[in-house]
């Protein structure tokens, strides 16, 4: 079977899984896509090891066969993030540019190093010695939050919008940064050559800051190209051609085309949306966008609870499962709460805000995807025959499936108390705001 049919099969397949949800569920639909994966995953291998029928052979090589990282980072992701980013509100963002930036930047350089540290030193604890490099290999790819995860789940439950902007807009843009250090460590890692601090900055320039620079000029482009015409068809075949040929000569160019997507939806969705675009289109535009992300994001997550077919178990791995969620967690929490410290001293917050952003802070397809382009069968655990890439990928798995089941499914009671209480603000700042007119009235007629 080929690639293409057998994707044919997988949407269908996940179309099937969310049209049950929607008439028998409660669940969110990519949550309820991921779990129906994986139960068709457990099913196949007890299946295969109780003697029924055997699938896993067949199962594992069609997985293989679709390789993930680059139907991801090569494929749907200039869709997924083009569709993200297209509903960003750019005065949201400039209100929170601060705050943004640091989690963006500081948290993510501040997880990578937490979490390796860590893990290095309980796996010396626990006789599973994971050399030091490797150990940082994963905190650089875990760090980042995914923006594909974050959009599909946390956006939609309409957060207050504070808490919404500085979660949306940190997983947006912290994969630019976060690719530098996982570049970094890995060419540690893999190529035997210490980086140099001009190697590093040089890198950042062209990946992150590249980025940035050609996405404005894509959407500086493409805004005049979707302006200088009035039909409606044309304008949306423009737009993706952004997506499409943009985001695969951003890989021509050795820039950041995630990057790139961000800041060219951010430029349509603020400024063409509103001067660009005939009526017709503006009104097509939003719900055209919303059906390719819901379809894409179907085709992914499915792809994510299929992943589980792809590993081969040991006994160590589901130690180092364990261990990876807490250590994530705990390193999550940490990231955002000292930020806070500071945030706290010159703006009033949402009391939920960290606890939000700690259980928000999901990890997805762009985690197992990065983790997946870690070279196989070069380096061992250390008095373990069991492969680097193999004990990576399953806390990787472990910390992607957490997120999007457990805290995707249960951040919603978070997000509606941060709501009532977010009511009890404003009506609190609105009293205050009276008394001080009435004060001021009063001591003028005084």
């Not at 079977?1 to 639909?29: D, E, H, P, W």
């Not at 009104?283 to 499915?302: P, Q, R, S, T, Y």
């Amino acid at each position: 079977m080929s690639v293409y049919n057998t994707l044919c099969f997988l949407s269908f397949a996940a179309m099937v899984i969310a049209l049950i949800n929607s008439k028998f569920g409660r669940m969110q639909t990519t949550i309820a896509i991921t779990a129906g994966a994986m139960v068709l995953s457990l099913f196949i291998l007890i299946a295969g090891h109780s003697g029924w029928f055997n699938l896993v052979d067949i199962a594992s090589k069609t997985m293989a066969e679709i390789n993930f990282e680059s139907f991801l980072l090569n494929g749907i992701l200039g869709f997924l993030l083009f569709a993200g980013g297209l509903g960003i509100k750019l005065p949201h963002f400039a209100d929170q540019k601060w705050e943004i930036t640091i989690l963006a930047l500081g948290s993510t350089l501040f997880s990578t190093f937490f979490i390796g540290f860590a893990l290095y030193g309980i796996c010396d604890l626990i006789n599973i010695r994971i050399d030091l490099v490797f150990c940082l290999l994963f905190g650089a790819l875990i760090s980042p939050t995914d923006p594909i995860a974050v959009l599909a789940i946390v956006k939609k439950l309409h957060a207050p919008q504070r808490i919404s902007t500085q979660i949306e807009g940190e997983s947006l843009f912290n994969d630019g940064f976060g690719l530098v250090i996982f570049v970094t460590i890995f060419t540690v890692a893999f190529s035997g050559h210490a980086p140099t601090v001009g190697g590093v900055i040089t890198l950042f320039l062209q990946e992150a800051v590249g980025g940035i620079a050609y996405g404005f000029v894509l959407g500086l482009i493409f805004h005049y190209l979707i302006s200088s015409t009035n039909d409606h068809s044309m304008e949306l075949l423009l737009m993706i051609c952004i997506p499409t040929a943009g985001y695969a000569f951003a890989e021509t160019l050795e820039v950041s085309g995630p990057l790139a997507m961000v800041v060219s939806s951010i430029m349509i969705g603020n400024w063409t949306r509103y001067v660009g675009f005939s009526k017709e289109s503006t009104e097509h535009m939003d719900h055209f966008w919303e059906l390719v992300d819901e379809f894409l994001n179907g085709i992914l997550f499915l792809l994510i609870g299929l992943s589980m077919l792809l590993f081969q178990f040991h006994s160590e791995d589901w130690i180092m499962m364990a261990i990876a969620v807490p250590l994530v967690l705990l390193s999550r929490f940490l990231s955002v709460w000292i930020p806070y410290v500071g945030f706290k001293r010159y703006r009033k917050y949402n009391p939920w805000s960290v606890k939000i952003l700690t259980w928000g802070g999901l990890r997805g397809g762009l985690a197992l995807a990065m983790a997946l382009s870690i070279p196989q069968g070069q380096y061992f655990v250390t008095d373990l025959n069991i492969d680097v890439k193999e004990i990576i990928m399953v806390m990787t798995y472990a910390v992607v499936v957490f997120s999007i089941l457990v805290q995707g499914s249960t951040i919603t009671p978070m997000i509606n108390k941060a709501k009532v209480v977010q009511t009890q603000m404003e009506e609190a700042e609105k009293l205050q705001a009276q008394v001080k007119v009435s004060e001021e009235t009063t001591n003028k007629e005084a």
